[in-house]
């Protein structure tokens, strides 16, 4: 069966539970993970390859270190170990200006899915994001475009199914797909276990409170 949809899948919540919509949905799906080197890329992509697994898809690691040594001349060694999709958080201090760097797993995964003749990109872009972030709403719609002038031959479509929804919703969708929550990685510092400490650690339980679905994550204790 060929191939159809791409999902860029960074070991989180957000994209984990994505992937296993896609799958249930029957679409012919394959995956991506853009490993940067930050602090949490060995969790992520324990979790991402977790997932790939559990559903029986191919995962295509892509290597790029280059950005680790990019951005930490710009910003606090703490602040990059960040998810692309998590940043932004009011409850960490967030250097400015802050420049996103979203486009560029965006980017990658759009070369690959053309590389690969898949039509759909999806990634796991949600409400709170696309409400707090200027711009990304037009982003999405108009990345497609301004990417496919370049390769009208390997046209790209990007979808972002959850672009409606909470993280506490997502996280009831995951529940109803089985997916193992405790597997996915938030947590924003590279350690054998979520930190309790970071504002990704927060988000993530206040998430989990407000779905009302039981928190399997296993936490540092913090005094």
């Known amino acids: 069966m060929k191939v159809t949809d791409l ?3 960074s070991g989180g919540l957000d994209s984990s539970v994505l992937a296993y919509q896609l799958a249930n949905k029957g679409k012919s799906l394959r995956a991506i993970y853009i ?12 979790s991402a390859k977790h997932v790939a697994d559990k559903l029986n898809i191919h995962l295509e690691i892509v290597e790029a270190p280059g950005l ?32 996103t760097g979203f486009a560029v797993p965006v980017a990658i995964a759009t070369f690959y899915a053309a590389l690969a003749g898949i039509k759909t990109l999806n ?7 696309v409400d707090t972030r200027t711009g990304l709403s037009n982003f999405l719609s108009d990345w ?17 199914p959850f672009k409606g929804m909470t993280k506490a919703e997502v996280i009831k969708t995951g529940a109803s797909l089985g997916v193992a929550l405790d597997r996915t990685w938030t947590c924003y510092r590279g350690e ?3 930190c309790n400490r970071c504002g990704g650690c927060a988000a993530r339980q206040s998430a989990f409170r407000e779905a009302n679905v039981n928190d399997a994550t296993s936490y540092q204790n913090v005094e």
Do not use: C
């Open 68 to 99: 680790l040594s990019m951005t930490s001349a710009f910003y606090p060694t703490d602040f990059i170990g960040l998810d692309e999709w998590d940043k932004s958080r009011p409850l960490d201090p967030v250097p400015i200006p802050y420049v």
């Open 144 to 160: 497609p475009t301004l990417s496919n002038h370049l390769n009208p031959n390997a046209p790209v479509q990007i979808a972002a």
């Open 192 to 194: 054998e276990i979520h």
């Open 123 to 129: 990634v796991g872009v949600l409400k709170d994001q």
């Open 35 to 46: 490993d940067t080197g930050f602090k949490p890329a060995l969790n992520e992509k324990a």
């Open 7 to 9: 999902v860029l899948l």
